[in-house]
């Protein structure tokens, strides 16, 4: 019955599911009371270690799930109810049943009950489906199916539905002949924390002939309403604090324990050395190539009685002699005349080969 809807559950929840006394694979054990069911199916949660948990039955199982919800409130934390009534009929309808299986066995019980669980359209339209609830009728045992009616018969908790504080989902076919619209709505009124779900184009198994709605519905039921723990020192349901936001830190900044300075920059350039004689002349000789620049260009003027750099404050330099200069602030000669024995040259920042200089007295003249 809950195939399509235990895959959709299991994603969020650890389902168990369980057949009646005698039905399906379940031990023929006939359970003469709804009570009896609930106190064996809670036995069975004992043994998984399960104490509490969000409960959904149908028919008879909804029987059981308010039986549970009413006797055992601390351990149901939500609850679904389908197709279910708090009074199934009438005593002497299920004991008349239970008359013609002991005569007759359950073939004519199965044979009809497709007629009772599905609307017209869908046991036509589904004849596989119909089959199974025909064979799984004729292969319950008939000492169970009879106890199950026994049940049924004695079962009536009009007048305690007021008691259950579970929240609950009561959920029924539009045209479910069986426990309709009329027995879900006592169940509304009589459970404070209970909400109606009328599915259209169901009857009576609902989670067969409309499984894509009855699951939607469940997992929005047992995501939203689910009951606090029960406190038995205290008689009262235990409201859970509020979980407090934990608030992260700004993390420290932490110093540096000492900074190194990066490198600096090296750029490839394009190179030319001219030599110039007098103001106006071609150029004396070239000196041309591609290498990394990291010095400056000094132009040493020496001429009697002086000595001139066209750099002020250049300190150390070498010229393409191998002197060093004075270091000392010198003045831009005011003459723009060129001497003979200006010479340029380059060198790196770092001791190295200082580059090729022209001089007019080695140069050889080209026009």
Request: proline content about 10%; some cysteine.
């Amino acid at each position: 019955m809950w195939d399509r809807q235990v895959p959709e559950l299991m994603k969020q929840w650890r389902v168990f599911r369980f057949d009646l006394p005698g039905h399906g694979g379940s031990p023929a054990h006939p359970a003469g009371s709804v009570s009896d069911l609930a106190d064996r199916l809670l036995a069975t949660l004992d043994a998984l270690g399960v104490q509490r948990f969000g409960y959904a039955g149908c028919a008879l199982g909804g029987a059981v799930g308010l039986e549970l919800a009413l006797r055992h409130p601390e351990r149901v934390a939500s609850l679904a109810l389908i197709a279910t009534s708090p009074r199934f009929g009438t005593a002497d309808e299920f004991r008349q049943r239970g008359v013609i299986v002991r005569t007759n066995g359950l073939d004519p019980i199965a044979r009809t009950s497709p007629d009772r669980w599905f609307t017209t359209g869908f046991a036509a339209s589904q004849p596989a489906i119909t089959e199974w609830a025909v064979q799984m009728v004729r292969t319950t045992d008939p000492g169970c199916y009879i106890a199950a009616c026994e049940a049924l018969a004695a079962f009536d908790v009009r007048s305690e539905l007021a008691r259950i504080g579970v929240p609950t989902l009561v959920l029924v076919g539009s045209d479910d002949q069986v426990t309709g619209p009329a027995e879900a709505r006592t169940l509304v009124a009589g459970i404070p924390d209970a909400r109606l779900a009328v599915v259209p184009g169901a009857s009576h198994l609902v989670p067969v002939e409309q499984p894509a709605a009855v699951t939607d519905l469940l997992l929005r039921h047992f995501s939203t309403a689910w009951q606090p723990a029960y406190e038995h020192s205290t008689g009262q349901f235990a409201i859970a604090a509020t979980p407090v936001k934990p608030v992260l830190a700004p993390p420290q900044q932490v110093a540096p324990i000492a900074e190194i300075a990066p490198p600096p920059p090296y750029r490839r350039r394009s190179w030319a050395v001219r030599t110039p004689t007098t103001p106006g002349s071609r150029s004396a000789g070239r000196c041309s190539g591609t290498r990394m620049w990291t010095g400056r260009w000094v132009r040493r003027t020496s001429s009697p009685g002086t000595s001139r750099t066209s750099s002020p404050g250049t300190r150390g330099a070498r010229s393409g002699t191998g002197q060093a200069s004075t270091g000392a602030r010198a003045a831009v000669s005011p003459s723009p005349r060129w001497s003979r024995a200006a010479t340029w040259t380059s060198w790196r920042s770092t001791p190295g080969r200082p580059c090729a200089t022209a001089s007019p007295r080695s140069r050889s003249r080209k026009s």
